[in-house]
């Protein structure tokens, strides 16, 4: 059965800081992966997926993600945070089906 | 185009006590989906319709039931709710056809509390 890890729960970054948030998947194939931020009481939005070709993907508000196969990865990273990406962040697998499997999510506060 | 709408927005409830959380999309969307989030959890899915006329068990269906009233639409019912059942509710919607057309888009989710 397929996984995915986050493994901060929490990370607290300063403005202008870069940002990184790790995902890590366990699946046989490769998978089709996704970034998703959920502002606080808001729904889920969609920053980027990646589904073959280029390992580093482009998304909305100035992320990125790289997918190493290698290492089963799929890192979040932003160069520069601004306090309106406090937020929370899940990293989530869609696999053999149209069903998706989330990680536990990490929480980004942003100091001023 | 409103996207994904979920209706209510928040519900207190007594358990026992029974509801029906709504959902629509306006993207033609044939697949959809109902999610809840618990802290620390992530999304689990309870239920999925891949097309209109079909529902499926997702990873924790025990205590819900759905039911597809078209294509637009996808509803969520507790029948007896649990203190258990307190969380978070998202419904989500996407395309079959593979690659990107799956990519699901969420409503902006239901909050249900138990007492």
């Known amino acids: 059965a397929q996984s995915v890890t986050q493994p901060d729960i929490h990370i607290t970054v300063s403005e202008g800081a870069s940002l990184e948030l790790r995902c890590n998947y366990s699946?046989?194939?490769?998978?089709?992966l996704f970034w998703y931020v959920q502002s606080p009481g808001q729904g889920l939005q969609l920053l980027l997926k990646?589904?073959?070709?280029?390992?580093l993907v482009q998304g909305i508000k100035g992320f990125e993600a790289e997918f190493k196969r290698s290492q089963s990865s799929f890192n979040l990273r932003k160069p520069s945070v601004h306090w309106s990406d406090a937020a929370e962040y899940f990293c989530?697998?869609?696999?053999?089906?149209?069903?998706?499997?989330f990680g536990g999510g990490t929480r980004v506060l942003v100091k001023p | 185009n409103a996207g994904v709408t979920q209706t209510p927005k928040f519900q207190v409830l007594k358990t026992g006590q029974s509801m029906t959380l709504q959902c629509a999309q306006d993207?033609?969307?044939?697949?959809m989906y109902w999610y809840r989030q618990d802290p620390g959890m992530g999304l689990r899915l309870i239920y999925y319709s891949a097309s209109e006329g079909t529902t499926d068990k997702g990873e924790v269906p025990n205590g819900y039931n759905v039911s597809r009233l078209n294509k637009r639409e996808f509803s969520l019912r507790l029948e007896s709710a649990a203190p258990s059942q307190t969380s978070v509710y998202f419904c989500?919607?996407?395309?079959?056809?593979?690659?990107?057309?799956?990519?699901?888009?969420f409503g902006p989710g239901t909050r249900l509390l138990v007492l």
């Open positions: 990646y589904f073959s070709g280029d390992t």
């Open positions: 699946y046989g194939a490769t998978p089709y």
């Open positions: 989500a919607s996407s395309e079959m056809g593979g690659g990107d057309q799956e990519t699901q888009y």
């Open positions: 989530a697998l869609k696999a053999a089906g149209n069903k998706l499997t």
């Open positions: 993207m033609n969307h044939n697949s």
